[in-house]
Every structure is written in structure tokens, then in C-alpha cells.
């Protein structure tokens, strides 16, 4: 459920954008997310308290990894 409410708040940067589709859309699945997680491609990044604040799920295809989804939330996007 974290996960899937900063990657809510990630999507609002999107209502002001040439891309205000993508605001507010779904989460990604929870299975998905468990899978990967389980598999060992998902990474979080925490602020000091603990608290996630980020994350990306990734998937190996044919050998290769990819990024499946990655989400900042709003308060800590772009700190590079």
C-alpha cells in the first residue's frame, strides 16, 4: 500500500503536463509488485525517519533488466 501511494502522488506532476492522462491512473498491480519484490527487483529509498519515499521495480527480460516502474514522491522529486 505504500508503494502504491507514492506512486499516486508521483503521477499528480502529470495534471499540468502534455500528459495529463497518466494523473491519478493505477497503480501497478500488487502481484506484480510481490513478484519482483520477491524476486529481489524491487529497491525502496527511505528519507531519515524510515519512511519510503521512492522506489523502482524492475524485470529481467531475455537477460536484460529493465525498469518496470519508478516513483518519487512529489516532496523529494528532483533532489538529483
Do not use: C, T
Not at 9 to 28: N, T, W
Amino acid at each position: 500500500p505504500m508503494l502504491a501511494d507514492i506512486e499516486h502522488d508521483a503521477s499528480l506532476i502529470f495534471f499540468d503536463s502534455k500528459y495529463p492522462s497518466i494523473a491519478g491512473s493505477s497503480p501497478l498491480p500488487l502481484k506484480i509488485v510481490e513478484e519482483q519484490f520477491n524476486a529481489g527487483l524491487v529497491w525502496v529509498a527511505v528519507e531519515s525517519n524510515n519512511l519510503p519515499v521512492g522506489f523502482l521495480v524492475a524485470s529481467v527480460v531475455d537477460g536484460f533488466l529493465y525498469i518496470v516502474e519508478m516513483d518519487v514522491r512529489r516532496k523529494f522529486a528532483g533532489k538529483g
